[in-house]
Nanobody
């Protein structure tokens, strides 16, 4: 089985920074992509940023220039550096990964348990 464990959430003032981490463990043969999603109260879950095994990334327009996603492939870990945080960034942030557990096994989607990010003065 595969597990995603997130860390790094918390309370920060507007304009502040936080760094989220997500480590994948378990039966992992390869990772196609890892991503961060978020869900604010009363809203649907939305993609924040995604990074592919090639290093290519994509991001929501609302975070471009403020958030940066990166990965450490050797550690099966993805990071989200969040700068210039705004109150509207307040949400539960979820890690997502497409992981294959064997050479011929299909990629499956996995989710972390979520970490709360609150931006407030």
């Amino acid at each position: 089985q595969v597990q995603l464990v997130e860390s790094g959430g918390g309370l920060v003032q507007p304009g502040g920074s936080l760094r989220l981490s997500c480590a994948a463990s378990g039966s992992i043969s390869s990772i196609n992509a890892m991503a961060w999603y978020r869900q604010a109260p009363g809203k649907g879950r939305e993609l924040v940023q995604r990074i592919f095994s090639s290093g290519a990334t994509n991001a929501a327009d609302s975070v471009k220039g403020r958030f940066t996603i990166s990965q450490d492939s050797a550690k099966n870990t993805v990071y989200l550096q969040m700068n210039n945080l705004k109150p509207e960034d307040t949400a539960v942030y979820y890690c997502h990964a497409l992981i294959s557990s064997g050479y011929t096994a299909p990629y499956r989607a996995y989710w972390g348990q979520g970490t709360q990010v609150t931006v407030s003065s």
